[in-house]
């Protein structure tokens, strides 16, 4: 299996259905790090159908066409999506685990905001399409920050030449493996970071 793991500074929430025909799993998430705001596209699939830089690209590509996908929106649509939102927001938690966690999580990060689901169907009462286009398009624009991560499974089954080479020295158990390896990037538009310290 590989994962890729994508976040764009902003916040938002989106369909990525196009990109089902690639993996087994597509789901966005709202991500609030240490108070930066993100949406995050995560795709999980197999590793031996499809290169996770495609899959990098694919995201990218999605993301372009969204745009339009929210400025064709028609006034009854965006309004029916709004209040659906703001349905799903007022469920009561089926679980009381849920409850636990989400007031744990406020702790957690130290914003002990209890009431947030509260504060967020107010806000979405307030919102109009013409916000979220101009949102979307100002967290879209060139100045945009985006992190790509992408994991990639270890053996036979990830084309991974080396494994062959070791397989009859020690077994290919997640529990002998001790290290990272870096793969090689089928192209040049990015930065790969080893050493945080020395990035940052």
């Avoid at 590793?47 to 899959?55: D, F, G, P, Q």
């Avoid at 009431?115 to 109009?128: C, Y």
Wanted: proline letters at 2%.
């Amino acid at each position: 299996m590989a994962c890729k793991w994508r976040c764009n500074c902003s916040c938002g929430m989106t369909s990525v259905s196009p990109l089902h025909f690639l993996s087994y799993h597509v789901y966005p998430a709202c991500v609030n790090t240490s108070g930066i705001l993100g949406f995050c596209v995560t795709v999980a699939m197999q590793a031996t159908k499809n290169n996770s830089e495609l899959v990098d690209k694919e995201i990218e590509e999605f993301l372009s066409c969204f745009k339009e996908k929210i400025r064709c929106l028609t006034r009854e649509a965006f309004n029916s999506k709004v209040t659906a939102l703001i349905k799903l927001k007022k469920c009561k938690y089926s679980h009381l685990g849920d409850e636990v966690e989400r007031n744990r999580n406020e702790v957690v990060t130290q914003q002990y905001r209890f009431d947030r689901l509260a504060r967020e169907i107010e806000a979405l009462k307030s919102v109009t399409k013409s916000d979220l286009v101009s949102w979307y398009q100002t967290h879209r624009s060139s100045t945009k920050k985006v992190l790509s991560i992408h994991v990639v499974g270890f053996g036979k089954h990830e084309r991974d030449a080396e494994v062959t080479a070791v397989s009859g020295a020690q077994s290919s158990s997640s529990a002998n493996i001790t290290h990272l390896k870096f793969l090689p990037s089928l192209t040049d538009d990015f930065t790969c970071i080893k050493d945080i310290k020395a990035f940052t």
